[in-house]
């Protein structure tokens, strides 16, 4: 099996110590790659790479419509080997077939949105005060970017930093995940035969801590993006802050989903599962948090567990799986954990909570499809991410409560209203401090609309015209169009 090697200035180069890690399928365990595990030295002449490009290269003098072309060209690669990229997404994270093929289909149309968006705005004249002046505000690229993402949904989370900082006319350096790298590997081979210049775009692989860690410190490095946990997030705010580079941070959510009790109760039920177990609950917006109203709680519930009984886990290219594994033994150990601590609390465990015995599941990093109820804000499985398969259940009362028990969290990604009554949906969606809400309905994003969180799930914003203006900076320009001397002095 050939090495997977990074690709630093326009060259594809094994790591500087020589060093490899195996890529597993999690599904099975088997060994689908090994590529560069690279390191501090690995990462510095990337930086050093992407700072040249961006100071001496044309990248960020290159018209805004050429870049616009550019990135466009980047997502026609990206649907005519949409199969190829599918297939590595699912091996790499054992997400099923037909999600990965989504999500390759969203991948390319950001592409081509950022694509498009290059080249609209040029800037904004502002009326001076002071006579015999012209006033203008620009925007202009950021500098050197560094972008790093997580395992969980690889190729799209790099899809939302790199088509912006491209088309902004910054220069990157990525790092994927080190465990699930492989579709970010291949989109760069693709960026390289679109023809993004040498040193624009760069990949480094291997271990956060000595990789990620390097680019949040670099002084030569203007931005840092991450997407990853709270504590992760956090050391690399700290890191940044050695030269006050901008920073955009998503930082994942526990999201509440509320049904009241006119909603409509089968698409209610099928909502919060798509809601929960989509990715096997391995998604930063997953409705993990359901509040219940008490007249519908019990029956809500009742349906909840006879749908959960029902999905079918396995292999993610088969066609009749609904929800492949988690990502790794390491991971399944946290959410095991998380089974116990609930349980501890006085959480009562409805369905699941431990790994299935059906077959040909043995192999692979499989967890049940999990509920508790009896559930209240004062629990941990409530309060903290637990990034699997385990749907949390709260009952309230009144719509003020359901407000109060939503914003309950330290968390603001996203969250979740279902009602007939649209006067109360737009009541409580205007209480509750969060990045997204949706209106019955649950989990739809697309390129045009902002992404981030609220408190705790981060800072700034990714997609849309925000996810753009996160890689720019804002320049006032004055002239004064008749100059004369002031004799103040």
Request: aromatic share 8%; charged share 25%; with cysteine.
């Amino acid at each position: 099996m050939n090495e997977k090697q990074m690709y630093i200035n326009g060259h594809w180069l094994s790591a500087e110590s020589g060093q490899t890690r195996t890529i597993i399928n999690p599904f099975n365990q088997e060994v689908i790659a090994e590529v560069a595990e690279g390191n501090e030295k690995d990462t510095q002449s990337a930086i050093e790479a992407a700072r040249k490009a961006f100071d001496k290269g044309e990248w960020r003098h290159t018209p805004a419509v050429e870049r616009g072309k550019m990135v466009l060209k980047i997502a026609e690669l990206i649907e005519r080997d949409k199969q190829e990229l599918a297939e590595l997404e699912t091996l790499d994270t054992g997400k099923t077939f037909t999600e990965s093929m989504a999500d390759i289909e969203d991948i390319a149309e950001v592409f081509r949105y950022y694509g498009g968006l290059a080249d609209k705005d040029g800037g904004e004249v502002i009326e001076s005060p002071i006579p015999d002046s012209r006033s203008k505000v620009v925007r202009e690229p950021v500098g050197v970017c560094g972008q790093i993402t997580p395992w969980n949904y690889p190729l799209l989370q790099a899809a939302w930093k790199i088509a912006p900082a491209l088309a902004a006319g910054n220069t990157l350096i990525i790092k994927p995940s080190e465990i699930t790298p492989l579709t970010t590997i291949k989109v760069t081979k693709l960026m390289e035969e679109a023809g993004v210049p040498a040193g624009v775009v760069n990949l480094v692989l291997g271990n956060g801590a000595k990789t990620g860690q390097v680019l949040a410190e670099s002084h030569l490095v203007d931005l840092i993006s991450f997407t990853g946990g709270i504590e992760t997030g956090r050391k690399v705010m700290t890191a940044a802050s050695a030269n006050f580079k901008k920073i955009a941070l998503e930082l994942g959510g526990k999201n509440p989903n509320i049904v009241f009790d006119d909603a409509d109760f089968e698409t209610a039920v099928d909502q919060a599962m798509n809601a929960i177990f989509f990715h096997a609950g391995q998604v930063c917006s997953a409705g993990a948090r359901l509040l219940v109203q008490k007249n519908i709680h019990d029956d809500f519930v009742t349906a909840l567990v006879e749908r959960t009984k029902q999905i079918k886990l396995g292999s993610g290219f088969e066609d009749t799986t609904q929800s492949g594994p988690l990502i790794s033994a390491e991971h399944r150990e946290k959410v095991e954990n998380y089974v116990r601590i609930g349980i501890n609390e006085g959480a009562e465990l409805a369905i699941g909570g431990k790994r299935p015995e059906g077959e040909g599941l043995q192999q692979g990093f499989f967890f049940e499809p999990t509920i508790f109820t009896n559930c209240n804000t004062s629990m941990r499985i409530v309060q903290e991410e637990t990034f699997g398969p385990i749907l949390t259940i709260e009952r309230f009362e009144t719509e003020k409560q359901a407000i109060q028990l939503a914003n309950d969290s330290k968390y603001g990604l996203a969250g979740a209203i279902w009602t007939k009554e649209i006067r109360k949906a737009e009541r409580v969606s205007s209480e509750l401090r969060m990045g997204t809400v949706w209106i019955n309905d649950f989990h739809p994003y697309f390129a045009q609309a902002p992404w981030g969180g609220y408190k705790s799930s981060g800072i700034g914003r990714e997609l849309g015209k925000l996810g753009l203006e996160e890689y720019t900076e804002v320049k006032h320009v004055f002239e004064n169009t008749n100059p004369k001397p002031l004799h103040w002095f």
